[in-house]
């Protein structure tokens, strides 16, 4: 069983096996001493184990593993051999030799070296490998053009890191970092280099360039790529940049939303706590009487924090090494978001409920109207109320009447016309409501206001009902069933045809196409007295029973098992296993064989 060895490396502690920690000793002395002359020897050796302890420190998975052997060889081989960079001091721009340099993607850092503000521009333009003043253009493009560059920099300036250490800045410019670079990076902080000094750098790097040639032309013979690997690499570029084209139209569309939610619940919550009039219809839905800005922050939320963590994806597939925002704020968004959700669906349950129930009540009033009486229906309306004859299902608004109240205004109303023996006619107001519960409901229907008058053998009708704005809009609708006796001559206005049915069923005798006739009423028919006929010897007849329909049309009956059909086409039967039809182009007759 080997030994561990506990070792602190740039401020972190490791656990490391003997050989390896060995192995490890060995390589840093021999790092020491390559440079025992440099200038800056002390910053450069920190700044070397520092990237040997972020190398450890990303093969690790907990605090407790033991680096072996492996882990060792694997920094070994990025960071290079101490005898590939033994060069003097006075080589500034030295290149390491064959097999320890190697290609590496930027990631995105703030370069506050070169800011003005927080060196996020400085930062962008060394990700993208263009001048930092067209990223501070485009910010400016962005802030004239609506504001949202202000947000967005305040966000990359929380989110992306800073490169403070010299590793960190050299994968911000996207070269490797290994000891040749760290060597260099450094040695560029120093400001007293003398000329001579200068050309002997010069003559070194070009020795220095011809042996890295040779290196480099040996190891192209030794590993050369094969064309399916150069076909392999172009899908794998095109799909990088496919990668940040969704990465950015994932932060516009999660930026845009966000924005649009945060102003939109302010504005909701501003008009709701002011009581702006125009919120009235709002709150008049608002059967459950849940407070609207509540509502807007639960939405705001619910649909916000996807969007965020939308915008948070986008901003990791542009940058490589973006700061997470901890399990600790992701948990508590993720609870904020699932109480939000729940909040939302008990509040649309308790709204629900409030239409669960619908309930009835009647008020049947007798008219002084006999047999044999014209009778002239018409539907008016409340000068003050400024509405026309239209009709309007399931649609309110809120007006004010005479006295200045507000109340709840709507023209749900429909017209039913029956035949009755009796010896007068009459009207029955039946009113219905939405409700939680019967009692609401029916209260809710006890409290709609509706009225009609006879004048003479008129009988006006209001096209309009209200409720106090208290009831809430539930659903609020009148149906006027007219009984009128037989024999009894009735004339619709068109202005009753929006509230009359589409046509006859039901018991129902009057549709939309007989206003502004003299209809006599029939035992369960009517019949039309100034329609025009086909002929002068011919009256329009209109029948409706539950199994005989006789109109202008045709004749149609529908029996158990069969019907049958005359009209201008032919006749046309059909029963459970045999069809006739008797048209212009003869008899076909057909069965079911089973």
Excluded at 142 to 169: C, F, R
Aim: negative net charge; proline residues 2%; charged residues 25%.
């Amino acid at each position: 069983m080997n030994k561990t060895v506990n070792i602190n490396l740039a401020g972190i502690f490791f656990h490391v096996d003997e050989d390896a920690y060995l192995k490890l000793q060995r390589y840093l002395e021999a790092i020491k001493r390559s440079f025992t002359d440099s200038q800056g020897r002390n910053e450069i050796v920190s700044d070397i184990e520092a990237r040997i302890a972020e190398l450890f420190s990303e093969r690790i998975k907990s605090e407790k593993q033991v680096i072996g052997m492996k882990e060792v060889d694997e920094v070994i081989a990025i960071m290079g051999q101490p005898e590939d960079y033994l060069v003097d001091d006075e080589i500034f721009e030295d290149e390491p030799k064959a097999g320890s340099k190697s290609s590496t993607s930027r990631k995105l850092f703030r370069d506050t070296d070169n800011s003005y503000i927080g060196g996020v521009s400085a930062g962008l333009a060394h990700y993208f490998g263009i001048d930092a003043i067209w990223i501070r253009l485009i910010w400016i493009l962005l802030v004239v053009g609506g504001g949202t560059g202000i947000l967005l920099y305040i966000l990359l300036w929380i989110l992306v890191p800073e490169a403070k250490t010299t590793a960190e800045k050299i994968m911000m410019t996207g070269e490797p970092v290994n000891i040749s670079n760290i060597e260099k990076k450094i040695k560029d902080g120093f400001d007293n280099v003398s000329d001579a000094v200068s050309g002997a750098a010069k003559n070194v790097k070009d020795a220095a360039k011809n042996v890295d040639i040779k290196g480099k032309s040996s190891k192209i013979k030794s590993s050369s790529q094969t064309f399916f690997d150069a076909i392999g690499d172009v899908i794998l570029f095109f799909f990088k940049i496919f990668a940040k084209f969704i990465g950015v139209l994932l932060i516009i569309i999660g930026a845009s939303t966000l924005i649009g939610l945060i102003i939109g619940t302010f504005s909701v919550g501003i008009v709701d706590i002011v009581h702006i009039p125009g919120m009235d219809l709002v709150r008049m839905a608002n059967a459950g009487n849940t407070p609207i800005w509540l509502a807007s922050i639960l939405v705001l939320f619910a649909v916000g924090i996807p969007f965020f963590f939308l915008f948070y994806l986008g901003l990791k597939i542009l940058v490589n090494n973006l700061k997470s925002i901890g399990n600790i704020a992701k948990f508590t968004l993720l609870g904020v978001w699932f109480i939000s959700v729940i909040s939302l669906i008990i509040i649309g349950v308790r709204e629900a409920s409030e239409h669960a129930l619908n309930e009835g009540y009647v008020e049947r009033t007798q008219l002084p109207v006999k047999a044999h009486d014209t009778l002239e229906i018409k539907m008016v309306n409340y000068d003050n109320f400024k509405s026309e004859f239209y009709r309007n299902h399931n649609g309110f608004k809120i007006i004010h009447d005479t006295d200045g109240n507000k109340v709840l205004y709507s023209t749900d109303i429909d017209i039913i016309v029956k035949s009755t023996k009796d010896s007068l006619a009459s009207i029955a107001v039946e009113k219905s409501a939405d409700g939680r519960n019967y009692e609401t409901a029916i209260e809710r229907a006890k409290n709609i206001d509706y009225k009609f008058e006879l004048q003479g053998n008129t009988l006006l009708l209001n096209n309009y009902l209200t409720t106090n704005p208290e009831n809430k809009f539930s659903d609020q609708e009148v149906d006027l069933v007219l009984y009128l006796p037989e024999q009894l001559v009735a004339k619709f206005n068109d202005n009753t045809s929006s509230y009359l049915y589409y046509k006859r069923y039901e018991g129902n005798l009057v549709s939309r196409s007989d206003t502004n006739h003299y209809l006599t009423i029939l035992e369960d028919a009517i019949q039309c007295d100034d329609c025009p006929a086909d002929d002068d010897s011919e009256i329009r007849i209109k029948i409706k029973t539950p199994h005989i329909d006789i109109d202008e049309d045709g004749v149609e009956i529908n029996a158990e098992g069969g019907s049958l059909k005359i009209n201008k086409s032919g006749v046309k039967a059909e029963g459970e296993k045999t069809r006739v039809q008797i048209d212009s182009n003869g008899v076909d007759i057909s069965t079911d064989n089973n």
